[in-house]
């Protein structure tokens, strides 16, 4: 298929179109209809928001949240004009085709709403939220199912449970959408899924609306996610707008999240963990930095959960970050307490918000190589269209840690494809163009590194280590290590001398081969037949890097 990008122009003549018995005109690129000529038509006004969000008897907002069972297990939630009686739904494994072809004969479970909740509005009514669960199912199996009152009901939507252990899926990620939900944000959404259109998750980081009580800004959030949200499971946390003198009166109708939080009545809901197919997700509110007895509940609780995973990755998500990118913030308590268990038990990903830009870094002293460490990455992003500007990294380098890439005055979306050994991340624009991105692998011994996308700029140069600088030639030896390899693949190693950009000499010494995290470690003993003294760089060469050492200097 051609994809073919017309540029924008200016039409140069009059064009007469005829539709429908009514003339157009086409002037200067712009189109003119009858109003434009004095006519009687009246001109359009704004529609008012309680005519376009009021609810209905029809289903709408219907949106998926994980349970503590997913493989077995799923909520779904919905709003709809309807007794709790009568609220319901109905679910099967997913047929081949319905319309004409009816389900075969039980098939079909119906299920009642376990919980209605109403949510008084500004609008002049109230929203009220259903939700069911749907019990006893198979692990990765397609289903489909429908929600309504027993005569309007939505359309049938599918889901597919999580695998009963780790298997590949991929999983989105947003940081604040906020601000313009109903005009700029959707197209991110939209191209987020399009590009995962199997995806199995999407966590958000807080501040899904600007203002906590919103009606019509949390209409305009459902209707920026549409269909995705009723068919992929969502992990969110409250970001500072999601409270207003205590916390939206909206969350918890809206996302009934498992209550196997710290366990103060505060957190219920807001502070959650889900095992998904071999990612512990882990849910925090960093709302509450002013509370020490919120914190330190959070705190134990988070540590045990990190102690005590049974899972190969974890990602934990929450709004305020660890080292912010924009402005003076400076979420120290956040730091400060769960930065330590982050690192102390290897965490893969922390996804964060609040800070309208984009940043990603870690902790300075896991730096391997240029393109390499093995620690934790923080990460902060932004789907909205409102935008702060950097700080150069002042939060980051003030405590122990480097921004990797950063990007201000963009949409961005995040893409997590996770397979057993290795996790993948990647940044895009809102118009799906990459923007940044790098491999997590990690071993059985729980062994990882944190790997750039390679590319042709960061696969040349000196990333090699070596552990000493002078070494005899008589039967001397170095000790070599790099990083960023595929698994297994094999590297040539050699001496070279050089004057200027020219090699004069290159003597081969050797061929080594990197292990499954894509570390490359090798003893290279020199050849006193064949190398005279003076300064070498040892150069490793691969199908997909060509690397080299600091200078060492050979002597007799």
């Given at each position: 298929?051609?994809?073919?990008?017309?540029?924008?122009?200016?039409?140069?003549?009059?064009?007469?179109?005829?539709?429908?018995?009514?003339a157009?005109?086409?002037?200067?690129?712009v189109?003119?209809?009858?109003?434009?000529?004095?006519?009687?038509?009246?001109?359009?006004?704004?529609?008012?928001?309680?005519?376009?969000?009021?609810?209905?008897?029809?289903?709408?907002?219907?949106?998926?949240?994980?349970?503590?069972?997913?493989?077995?297990?799923?909520?779904?939630?919905?709003?709809?004009?309807?007794e709790?009686?009568?609220?319901?739904?109905?679910?099967?494994?997913?047929?081949?085709?319905?319309?004409?072809?009816?389900?075969?004969?039980?098939?079909?479970?119906?299920?009642?709403?376990?919980?209605?909740?109403?949510?008084?509005?500004?609008?002049?009514?109230?929203?009220?939220?259903?939700?069911?669960?749907?019990?006893?199912?198979?692990?990765?199996?397609?289903?489909?199912?429908?929600?309504?009152?027993?005569?309007?009901w939505?359309?049938?939507?599918?889901?597919?449970?999580?695998?009963?252990?780790?298997k590949?899926?991929?999983f989105?990620?947003?940081?604040?959408?906020?601000?313009?939900?109903?005009s700029?944000?959707?197209?991110?959404?939209?191209?987020?899924?399009?590009?995962?259109?199997?995806?199995?998750?999407?966590?958000?980081?807080?501040?899904?609306?600007?203002?906590?009580?919103?009606?019509?800004?949390?209409?305009q959030?459902?209707?920026?996610?549409?269909?995705?949200?009723?068919?992929?499971?969502?992990?969110?946390?409250?970001?500072?707008?999601?409270?207003?003198?205590?916390?939206?009166?909206f969350?918890?109708?809206?996302?009934?999240?498992?209550?196997n939080?710290?366990?103060?009545?505060?957190?219920k809901?807001?502070a959650?963990?889900?095992?998904?197919q071999?990612?512990?997700f882990?849910?925090?509110?960093?709302?509450?930095?002013?509370?020490?007895?919120?914190?330190?509940?959070?705190?134990?609780?988070?540590?045990?959960?990190?102690?005590?995973?049974?899972?190969k990755?974890?990602?934990?998500?929450?709004?305020?970050?660890?080292?912010?990118?924009?402005?003076?913030?400076?979420?120290?308590?956040?730091?400060?307490?769960w930065?330590p268990?982050?690192?102390?038990?290897?965490?893969?990903?922390?996804?964060?918000?609040?800070?309208?830009?984009?940043?990603?870094?870690?902790?300075?002293?896991?730096?391997?190589?240029?393109?390499?460490?093995?620690?934790?990455?923080?990460?902060?992003?932004?789907?909205?269209?409102?935008?702060?500007?950097?700080?150069?990294g002042?939060?980051?380098?003030?405590?122990?840690?480097?921004?990797?890439?950063?990007?201000?005055?963009?949409?961005?979306?995040?893409?997590i494809?996770?397979?057993?050994d290795?996790?993948?991340?990647?940044?895009?624009?809102?118009?799906g163009?990459?923007?940044?991105?790098?491999?997590?692998?990690?071993?059985?011994?729980?062994?990882?590194?944190?790997?750039?996308?390679?590319?042709?700029?960061?696969?040349?140069?000196?990333?090699v280590?070596?552990?000493?600088?002078?070494?005899s030639?008589?039967?001397?030896?170095?000790?070599?290590?790099?990083?960023?390899?595929?698994?297994?693949?094999?590297?040539?190693?050699?001496?070279?001398?050089?004057?200027?950009?020219?090699?004069?000499?290159?003597?081969?010494?050797?061929?080594a081969?990197?292990?499954?995290?894509?570390?490359?470690?090798?003893?290279?003993?020199?050849?006193?037949?064949t190398?005279?003294?003076?300064?070498?760089?040892?150069?490793?060469?691969?199908?997909?890097?060509?690397?080299?050492?600091?200078?060492?200097?050979?002597?007799n």
């Amino acid at each position: 298929m051609n994809d073919v990008r017309s540029p924008w122009t200016h039409a140069s003549r009059r064009v007469k179109i005829t539709t429908t018995g009514v003339a157009v005109l086409v002037v200067a690129g712009v189109v003119a209809g009858p109003a434009a000529f004095g006519d009687n038509a009246t001109p359009p006004v704004k529609v008012p928001a309680a005519e376009v969000h009021k609810p209905s008897a029809i289903p709408d907002r219907i949106l998926l949240t994980p349970t503590t069972t997913p493989a077995t297990s799923q909520k779904v939630t919905w709003r709809a004009k309807a007794e709790a009686p009568y609220a319901q739904a109905q679910f099967m494994e997913a047929p081949r085709a319905l319309g004409d072809v009816a389900p075969a004969a039980g098939a079909v479970t119906s299920v009642q709403a376990e919980a209605t909740n109403s949510v008084n509005t500004s609008l002049g009514y109230a929203s009220t939220y259903h939700t069911a669960q749907f019990t006893g199912l198979k692990p990765a199996t397609r289903y489909t199912y429908r929600v309504g009152d027993g005569t309007n009901w939505s359309p049938w939507t599918d889901f597919t449970t999580a695998a009963a252990e780790l298997k590949p899926f991929s999983f989105i990620y947003y940081g604040d959408a906020q601000n313009y939900i109903d005009s700029a944000v959707p197209r991110v959404f939209r191209k987020a899924f399009a590009d995962r259109p199997e995806a199995k998750v999407v966590v958000n980081a807080g501040d899904l609306i600007d203002t906590a009580n919103s009606e019509e800004q949390w209409g305009q959030w459902y209707q920026a996610g549409s269909f995705i949200d009723a068919q992929v499971n969502s992990i969110s946390v409250p970001g500072n707008h999601e409270y207003s003198n205590g916390l939206s009166n909206f969350w918890r109708p809206q996302f009934p999240y498992p209550d196997n939080g710290p366990g103060d009545a505060a957190l219920k809901q807001t502070a959650y963990t889900v095992d998904y197919q071999g990612v512990r997700f882990i849910a925090l509110d960093s709302n509450v930095q002013s509370d020490a007895k919120l914190m330190a509940a959070q705190t134990a609780w988070l540590e045990g959960l990190l102690k005590n995973n049974p899972n190969k990755w974890t990602a934990v998500t929450f709004h305020h970050p660890v080292y912010s990118t924009t402005g003076s913030r400076n979420n120290a308590a956040v730091r400060d307490q769960w930065g330590p268990l982050f690192e102390k038990y290897g965490v893969d990903l922390v996804l964060q918000g609040h800070d309208h830009s984009y940043g990603r870094g870690n902790k300075t002293e896991n730096r391997k190589s240029v393109t390499t460490h093995n620690g934790v990455t923080y990460v902060v992003s932004v789907s909205g269209g409102k935008m702060y500007a950097l700080n150069n990294g002042a939060n980051w380098t003030g405590n122990g840690a480097e921004p990797v890439a950063n990007s201000e005055r963009t949409q961005l979306y995040q893409l997590i494809d996770v397979e057993k050994d290795q996790l993948r991340f990647e940044a895009r624009y809102a118009n799906g163009e990459h923007f940044d991105g790098f491999t997590v692998r990690k071993n059985a011994k729980g062994e990882k590194t944190v790997n750039e996308i390679r590319t042709p700029e960061n696969s040349v140069g000196e990333h090699v280590t070596v552990d000493k600088t002078k070494v005899s030639n008589r039967l001397g030896t170095v000790d070599v290590s790099a990083f960023g390899y595929d698994p297994g693949e094999s590297a040539t190693v050699s001496m070279r001398r050089t004057d200027g950009k020219k090699v004069i000499l290159q003597l081969p010494i050797g061929v080594a081969k990197a292990d499954e995290l894509g570390r490359l470690r090798h003893t290279a003993r020199l050849n006193p037949l064949t190398m005279p003294k003076g300064t070498y760089v040892i150069h490793l060469e691969s199908k997909n890097q060509k690397i080299t050492s600091p200078v060492i200097t050979v002597t007799n």
